[in-house]
């Protein structure tokens, strides 16, 4: 496409965004299980346009103690102008915006380079709500940054990173290289990686989580839009006594609810993420600029883009499979912002909690109790909790 066709391509989609209802959006993020009923009503029955634009933004901000504006972009999936959208955020927000414009500063990094899509992923967990039991694991591509997979455990093992990692591979194709910290939960995939793709070319990149900023910037993301509010959550519960970590009949009532709901905001968040404008990219997303890697490379003989490109979503390549320096290879250097968000510990251990029911009790109780139901309210995990440990009394002393 030469430069005449993207200037006038760029000048109609602008012209399609500037013409789309807050009405066409509230519908559409009504309908994506984004706004409930009572939300969209607050938006549609506003007295203004502007109005409904701000209401949808104090809707969105409420989800997040920070206002960022590419997130409000992604949310609305790019049907608000720019300009729009972040003069509402200056309205609705106005010290946030303010505190994050005296935050900004330049910061000297290293260029993160990569060959394309699939040269190098990211993998790493995130240990923030380890006090309950819970670690999330996550995976990014470098080149695009497209987050590959993120969710949230009730154990730290290799089995289980791997497993995780073969079904993100199997939806985007097997990585060149991977880089991960030296923890053990990443043993079962680097044996894989190394297996598959070769022993003597660092297939699998082991350094310190310093070097893994791509993931690094997602965990602060995370912890802003999704991983705070649980956090405060599940303290609040301990300290209003509704929550004994001391009590194996309470833990299992509190992994039967809250794994689910975290995992269902966790996927909402990885698509949100994936659809987000990245300002260093002219405002493509993860996935429009892995799918143009994949595109552009196609050619070039990258056993990573060749693989997606015949055999992605093959199962079988998975089975079976159990003298450069690399050391600076996809990474940049550390932002001061992300140090507090970096975690360790991948050799954490979380205590097993035994099911304290039959097979005939599990069936009443998912019949009975269904964890995601209403997952965007977070009280509503409090009464789902309690609902579930009554049951739990119940059958014990029965």
Request: glycine residues 6%; aromatic residues 10%.
């Given at each position: ?24 959006v509230a519908d559409h993020l ?65 010290v946030g915006c303010s505190l ?38 996550g995976g990014i591509d470098g ?256």
């Amino acid at each position: 496409m030469d430069a005449r066709d993207k200037k006038k391509l760029t000048k109609n989609f602008v012209r399609l965004v500037a013409e789309t209802p807050v009405e066409t959006v509230a519908d559409h993020l009504r309908q994506s299980g984004i706004l409930t009923d009572e939300l969209w009503e607050d938006i549609v029955y506003q007295n203004t346009e502007k109005n409904k634009v701000r209401q949808l933004l104090r809707t969105i901000i409420r989800r997040g103690p920070k206002a960022f504006h590419n997130f409000v972009d992604a949310l609305l999936f790019n049907d608000c102008e720019e300009l729009r959208v972040r003069d509402s955020c200056h309205r609705v927000d106005p010290v946030g915006c303010s505190l994050r414009s005296l935050e900004r500063r330049n910061t000297q990094r290293r260029t993160y380079k990569v060959a394309g899509p699939n040269s190098l992923w990211h993998i790493d967990g995130n240990h923030k709500l380890i006090r309950w039991g819970v670690v999330i694991h996550g995976g990014i591509d470098g080149f695009s940054r497209l987050v590959t997979f993120l969710h949230d455990s009730n154990n730290n093992r290799s089995t289980t990173v791997f497993d995780l990692f073969t079904n993100a591979s199997r939806k985007f194709g097997i990585p060149s290289r991977i880089r991960v910290d030296h923890g053990t939960e990443n043993v079962d995939t680097c044996i894989f990686m190394e297996g598959y793709r070769g022993e003597n070319r660092v297939s699998a990149i082991k350094g310190e989580s310093s070097h893994n900023q791509r993931i690094e910037r997602l965990w602060v993301d995370l912890w802003d839009f999704v991983s705070n509010e649980y956090y405060s959550l599940f303290s609040y519960m301990e300290k209003s006594k509704v929550l004994d970590l001391t009590s194996a009949l309470h833990m299992w009532a509190f992994q039967y609810v809250f794994i689910p709901r975290i995992n269902k905001s966790l996927e909402m968040f990885q698509l949100q993420y994936n659809s987000h404008g990245l300002s260093t990219e002219n405002s493509k997303t993860p996935y429009q600029i892995f799918i143009q890697g994949v595109l552009r490379n196609m050619h070039s003989g990258c056993v990573s883009i060749s693989d997606l490109m015949l055999q992605a979503g093959d199962a079988e390549e998975l089975e079976g499979f159990g003298p450069n320096n690399y050391d600076d290879y996809g990474i940049d250097e550390l932002d001061d912002d992300n140090e507090d968000n970096i975690t360790e510990g991948g050799d954490s251990n979380i205590q097993t909690i035994h099911c304290p029911l039959n097979d005939q009790q599990i069936e009443h109780l998912t019949a009975v109790v269904n964890p995601i139901d209403n997952y965007k309210k977070l009280v509503h995990g409090i009464y789902m909790f309690k609902d579930v440990v009554a049951y739990l009394e119940s059958v014990q002393y029965s």
